[in-house]
């Protein structure tokens, strides 16, 4: 797999009021390309439908109009090619507190994909590849029998990527990676996974409110508002070029990427 | 472990001792002699019942008997609630639906009349079918509870986390979701035995409980019948009504022992402590 692509998807949710129901659309005609190598920053306030793209990419939901493309194919949700299209599309969610199990060890959360991505791996073929996940993350090996509870929120994070990692996957959604961590280690998963995105050619799309680390960290930034991409481009020039009056609004609200960036690695 | 629960299993285990002990060592509890409403003592441990009736023995075979309708009735709350609540709020869209349409005409369905209504249709019943009435009428709560805790549990990024690394559903089910249930369906288990013992002996209080065997209620249906209290005989009320109260207080301590496994902020907070924390902050 190498291309992702979303050709005008729509994404309405059905609300019940009583006997009435209404339509939300999260999602309207949303248009975008991820290939491999590449991290697309997705910005927008809270509701604006980020995490609904996500969930969209990931399976989760069904758009209820438009095509989600698969190196120009319609994406398949049964059979062989969703199983390969799962293992190649991987995320990193937002709460490190909600996204491990706590009823079970580090080692079972990064097992699990493991086997399920090399059935025949052997037991000690799978520890091994567990360990050099864990090594990766920059977490030490005997993190393995522990339960998350022990964990701080940044090691659960790397966790939580080293799990996405495990099948070896071409594309990483990470929505809002650091935005439940302490400011003082937001940097540290950040450029964690900057690091892991080159050595492996991810095509990463990074869910994000924050500006100045969407235009550190990113090739593009798309900037989502009720549910529309209303600027899309390289990100240097939306931050320092926004068309769109909510682009605007956010560029102002932090004035100097550098020096938030600066603040953030402090 | 706490002292309470350490108490609780205690009192609890010694019952079950006795319960499934005893009835091996005692003689016959029906066995009727010439020596009415004697006391403790006199080569009856708990005194004889007014046909003569060794009561340390009705005891044992009673408890036997109470525990049993408990044990099924927890077993069959268990299944029935975990299919009920569990799988249907798993599955989702109109199982979900249909599930709990059903769980809640359970639920207003009121138990004690559909009780007496079984009990006066059917004239010889056996322990196991006032049980299973038991367990028909008291599920539907527990599974609402538990429903309502896999719906809160499945929408959970590490279940979705799970989804997308291609687990199948089932192991998802009991691999993922129920290991995180289990505080919550020993609680809910715990207190289906309480209220079956308890709702067994108020049935055989009135008479309409399991005809020919013994109970801590049918033994407490004869001493009334009796005039126990009037004659003053309190070896043969007592023991049974007692039993029933330590082991009802056994399960509770349990019980809360459990809950507060679940959620460990009640464990130490007492009044005074947060007072102590608001005077300092
Ligand atoms: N399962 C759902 N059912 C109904 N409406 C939903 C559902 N999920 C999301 N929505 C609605 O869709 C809209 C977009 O939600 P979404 O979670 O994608 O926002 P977001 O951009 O990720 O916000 P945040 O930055 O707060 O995470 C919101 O208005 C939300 O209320
Ligand atoms: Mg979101």
Do not use: C
Request: no cysteine; charged share 20%; net charge positive.
């Amino acid at each position: 797999m190498s291309v992702l692509e979303m050709r005008d998807v729509v994404m309405e949710y059905r609300l019940r009021e009583g006997l009435r129901t209404t339509r939300l659309r999260a999602v309207d005609k949303v248009s975008f390309e991820l290939p491999p190598g590449r991290t697309i920053a997705l910005v927008g306030q809270s509701g604006s439908g980020k995490s609904t793209i996500a969930k969209l990419l990931m399976q989760l939901e069904r758009p209820t109009s438009g095509s989600i493309l698969v190196d120009g194919e319609p994406m398949q949700y049964r059979g062989a090619r969703a199983a390969a299209y799962r293992k190649a599309v991987q995320m990193v969610f937002q709460d490190p507190f909600g996204s491990l199990n706590p009823y079970h060890t580090i080692g079972h959360h990064l097992a699990r994909p493991v086997k399920l991505h090399h059935p025949d791996f052997s037991r000690e073929q799978v520890a091994d590849r567990v360990a050099e996940l864990l090594r990766r993350v920059r977490l030490d090996e005997d993190y393995v029998g522990r339960k998350p509870h022990e964990l701080s929120g940044g090691q659960r994070q790397r966790v939580a990527i080293a799990r996405a990692l495990a099948p070896e996957p071409a594309i990483l959604v990470a929505d809002e990676p650091v935005s439940m961590l302490d400011v003082s280690i937001r940097l540290g998963v950040l450029n964690l996974l900057a690091a892991l995105q080159r050595e492996e050619n991810l095509g990463v799309l990074y869910i994000t409110h924050d500006l100045a680390t969407a235009r550190h960290f990113s090739d593009e930034i798309m900037v989502l508002y009720h549910g529309a991409v209303v600027e899309h481009g390289p990100a240097d020039d939306v931050i320092l070029n926004p068309q769109h009056e909510y682009t605007q609004l956010l560029a102002e609200a932090a004035p100097a990427p550098e020096r938030r960036l600066a603040e953030l690695g402090h | 472990m706490t002292l309470k629960l350490g108490v609780g299993l205690g009192i609890a285990g010694v019952i079950v001792l006795f319960g499934v002990i005893g009835p091996l060592v005692v003689g016959n509890p029906s066995t009727v002699r010439d020596m009415g409403l004697t006391g403790p003592g006199n080569g009856f441990l708990l005194g004889t019942t007014q046909t003569g009736q060794d009561v340390f023995a009705q005891l044992a075979y009673a408890t036997r008997g109470s525990l049993i309708i408990g044990v099924v009735v927890g077993a069959l709350t268990l299944l029935l609630s975990s299919f009920f609540g569990i799988v249907g709020a798993f599955v989702g869209g109109w199982a979900d639906e249909a599930f709990s349409l059903f769980t809640n005409i359970m639920l207003v369905i009121p138990g004690l009349p559909l009780v007496i209504l079984i009990s006066s249709y059917v004239p010889n019943k056996s322990i196991w079918l006032v049980a299973a009435v038991l367990a028909i009428t008291s599920w539907a709560g527990s599974a609402r509870v538990l429903r309502g805790f896999t719906l809160s549990v499945r929408s959970r990024d590490y279940v979705l986390a799970a989804k997308i690394s291609g687990e199948k559903r089932w192991r998802i089910l009991f691999v993922e979701i129920l290991p995180n249930l289990i505080p919550l369906l020993a609680s809910q288990v715990v207190f289906a035995v309480i209220f079956a013992i308890l709702g067994e002996a108020g049935l055989s209080f009135l008479g309409l409980g399991a005809s020919g065997s013994f109970t801590w209620g049918t033994m407490l249906f004869y001493a009334q019948n009796g005039l126990a209290l009037r004659l003053g005989a309190w070896w043969w009320f007592a023991p049974p009504g007692l039993a029933i109260a330590l082991f009802g207080a056994a399960l509770s301590l349990i019980n809360f022992s459990i809950d507060e496994i679940i959620n460990p902020k009640l464990r130490s907070q007492t009044r005074a402590e947060r007072n102590k924390w608001s005077v300092k902050a």
